[in-house]
């Protein structure tokens, strides 16, 4: 692969993973399922929302996202759970924060063609975009731990046997 399909797969990835996150929101706010909703996006939203992506997303990325978080969702919230302090819930976290998490943590569980660290970079970027906070921060430490815990070899660690 050369250095510019390198970046035309980074860049449709990047915008995929906007898309995504506000696909999850949307279906957190009403109700609707992942072939809806993500149906809607790429029928009516891709390359006509300048808004909604920096580019034309990856539309088998894109829909692998918001099909896989809802479809592992008890083991992907699980995972980010055994992350937080223990005065922390995820249920009571801001929605965009808890989509992030959650795209990202499927791509960490469910990704393994994609490296860990890059997952952790692009979704601290994206909470930069949608916080100024502490946020993407804390982003960056959930996600962290869960992949040490989940690609300890990435990490330079071993696999457990459990």
């Not at 939203?45 to 809802?70: A, K, L, Q, T, Y």
């Not at 980010?80 to 922390?88: E, M, P, R, V, Y």
């Not at 982003?139 to 071993?158: C, H, K, S, T, Y």
């Amino acid at each position: 692969m050369t250095d510019a399909s390198g970046k035309l797969v980074a860049a449709k990835r990047r915008a995929a993973r906007l898309a995504a996150i506000q696909a999850l929101y949307q279906m957190e706010l009403t109700g609707e399922d992942a072939e809806s909703v993500s149906g809607e996006f790429v029928a009516h939203r891709f390359g006509c929302e300048p808004e909604v992506s920096p580019g034309e997303p990856d539309e088998d990325f894109f829909v692998d996202i918001v099909r896989g978080v809802p479809s592992r969702q008890d083991v992907i919230d699980a995972a980010i759970s055994g992350c937080l302090a223990a005065d922390w819930r995820l249920s009571r976290m801001d929605s965009i924060l808890r989509a992030i998490l959650r795209s990202a943590a499927y791509e960490l569980l469910a990704r393994q063609d994609i490296p860990a660290r890059v997952i952790i970079d692009e979704y601290v970027e994206l909470a930069n975009d949608f916080f100024s906070g502490q946020e993407p921060s804390f982003v960056n430490a959930a996600l962290d731990a869960l992949a040490r815990r989940r690609r300890p070899i990435e990490f330079g660690g071993q696999v457990s046997e459990f």
